[in-house]
DNA sequence: ATCATGCGGGTCTTTTTTTATCCCATTTTT
DNA sequence: AAAAATGGGATAAAAAAAGACCCGCATGAT
């Protein structure tokens, strides 16, 4: 790693450099994701010129860091070394470690992984944090334990990068909460399965819709698959789950003005498998059909690994991650500059200015 | 000091960056040496337009190194800092650190240093180089020493670049030779008198013109005064000397052909002190003067400090220091990649490619 | 004290580079 | 076989860089 006095005389000497660094990683951290891909969908998800992308292709070739072929273009073998070797250089030169000490004191979380980039403008940052929490998952697997995953899209970016190596033997891999009314891609039950095939682990899924009245509620409670998969969800010694916004809960609950009006009362900003939580980390609501069962999932398992990112999760974040005892945050750098922002730090001298609002 | 892997990294993804960092740092160092100086002058010295060079000054302003007022361009004090604390990174980062390694053990040297740049065509370098000698030259003092040093650009810049902070008491400067025809800024007894005055030492100076009849020779060293400080100076313990080109020493004995002539049959192609070496290090000549005195001046002493630059040295430099014991090499990057050359070796990997021939 | 020199900084024109599109032959994918 | 997407090339417009000025002012020599 290189020292912090480096960094700042090499950003002061030149200080173009940061953005050309920035520029050129996310472009070879998309193609990396994304290879083998044209240059027109490179220039259109960059958002720039297709003549300007053109320059950076053209030097980027003649580093031999990618090849352009007639299929598209392709990180060459040392284009894809120099991309991992390169990341904890980047996120130091960013100030991103740093930054991962410092929320991981503000948090109160064991560790904190912060990822270059912002999820909003950029969906590689989305795999990449998957591929961080993946690894990291992979560490605390250990034979015969019980695994639960949450849904959504940052739980699915983890599913979608855990290499295909098998893990220890007897995993079985649960959901963390029943279906929603959304893409199956998403849901909790679609990514346990999809965990289970990748460690080669057994899986079971909960069958339980979302809304439900508390009577067909008790009904399926009495079945004895449901109450079964029920009490295993409870023996799990790892979680993996994302956080949802107030924003997200409003919009999926169904936009009633009167739900978004209690929402606000009860100041809602984040919400984990169907309970939500205001800022100070309290729950004030849940989605019934789980809440007996699974309310304090989070605090009886062993490793809590929490994935999420984006500026507009910081609050979310905090809310949850802030105020309960977690093991593992991965988020991106908007997030987490987000959060520094929210608890009222400065950006200061060790966190690099200019690496805010780099667009490449 | 930067990993070498690091270096490779960001060459390959930003490699426009050696440039600019070689740019700015040798119009910082320039400034460093010559302030207050105008952009004009900058830019007539590094050769480039105005305009290029005003752009430049501008950004090193925005950065807060450098503070252009009426009187010229100086730097500010974190510019200062700046310069001198990033040396050893652009040493590393141009490969000058291996590169030091490297010949000594092909010279044979105790220790090379390598300063970045060419003194033929960056007069700064020099200064450099003499900066890094009188630094080293510092640590060799003690007490009661005789201190020889030699004639030449290069041992005046060792003298002009002491700091006037006084030495070990006792010292005594002696030229290690005569007078020769030159600007007396680079005869030895002017060298000698500066460095003493720098050093609060004493000095002795030797009144001996060049060339010299053997019968005015013999007489001269019956002479008490001569002969006393020639054998003061054949008990220094530390010598420092440059040292001079086949090119020169022709142009400085009067470029008589058949002077020339015979040189060339000798193969003599590096002089230090009067005595020229050809390329196997062997004396094959000698200015008659001095000849029986100071012979194997260099091999009786403790310390012995060689500072030469410039491409067109690095055979005279290999002569004379690749076959004698010598402590020190203070050279530049010019010479001593031409010196690899010369030995056969190419540039490599661990040797930066685009660190040569870069024009600021 | 006065003068001449050389400084920074601004301005203007010319030249070069960069940018933004478009088109085409080819390959890959459907 | 058809459709979509690829790299490469060409061209015109736009921007930026380069170069050559001039001006008021401070400094240092006279």
Redesign the interface.
């Known amino acids: 790693m290189?020292?912090a006095?480096?960094q700042e005389?090499?950003s002061?000497?030149?200080?173009?450099?940061p953005e050309?660094?920035v520029r050129?990683?996310r472009l070879?951290r998309k193609i990396y994701y994304s290879a083998p891909i044209g240059r027109r969908s490179l220039a259109s998800y960059f958002k720039m010129g297709e003549s300007v992308l053109r320059k950076e292709t053209d030097?980027l070739r003649?580093?031999?860091?990618i090849a352009v072929e007639t299929r598209g273009i392709c990180l060459t073998s040392?284009g894809e070394s120099?991309v991992t070797?390169?990341t904890p250089?980047i996120k130091s030169f960013l100030g991103l470690t740093v930054l991962e000490e410092k929320l991981s004191g503000l948090l109160k979380v064991k560790r904190v992984i912060v990822v270059t980039g912002d999820l909003e403008n950029d969906e590689v940052v989305l795999l990449e944090m998957g591929r961080a929490a993946a690894k990291i998952l992979r560490k605390c697997l250990k034979p015969h334990m019980v695994l639960a995953v949450s849904g959504g899209t940052s739980c699915a970016a983890v599913s979608h990068m855990l290499s295909e190596s098998g893990g220890p033997s007897g995993i079985t891999v649960v959901p963390a909460r029943g279906g929603l009314g959304e893409d199956v891609d998403y849901q909790a039950n679609t990514i346990a399965a999809r965990v289970a095939q990748k460690l080669k682990a057994n899986y079971r899924l909960l069958h339980l819709p979302d809304s439900l009245s508390q009577d067909a509620l008790d009904m399926l409670l009495r079945e004895k698959k449901i109450k079964e998969i029920l009490d295993l969800i409870n023996t799990a010694r790892i979680l993996v789950h994302g956080i949802g916004t107030a924003e997200e809960m409003a919009r999926r609950r169904g936009a009633g003005t009167e739900e978004m009006k209690r929402m606000n009362e009860e100041g809602a900003v984040g919400e984990v498998f169907g309970f939500f939580f205001n800022t100070r980390g309290e729950i004030v609501d849940s989605i019934p059909s789980l809440g007996l069962y699974l309310e304090d999932l989070g605090n009886r398992v062993d490793n809590v690994i929490v994935v999420a990112g984006g500026r507009k999760k910081a609050e979310a974040i905090i809310a949850v991650v802030g105020n309960h005892p977690r093991d593992l945050l991965v988020t991106d750098e908007a997030a987490a500059k987000r959060i520094l922002e929210l608890y009222g730090h400065k950006e200061g001298e060790t966190i690099y200015p200019n690496s805010n609002g780099i667009k490449i």
Chains 1, 2 share one sequence.
């Open positions: 290189v020292l006095a480096e005389y090499l002061l000497i030149a200080p173009e450099l050309i660094l050129r990683y070879l030097l003649e580093q031999g860091l040392s120099l070797a390169i250089y």
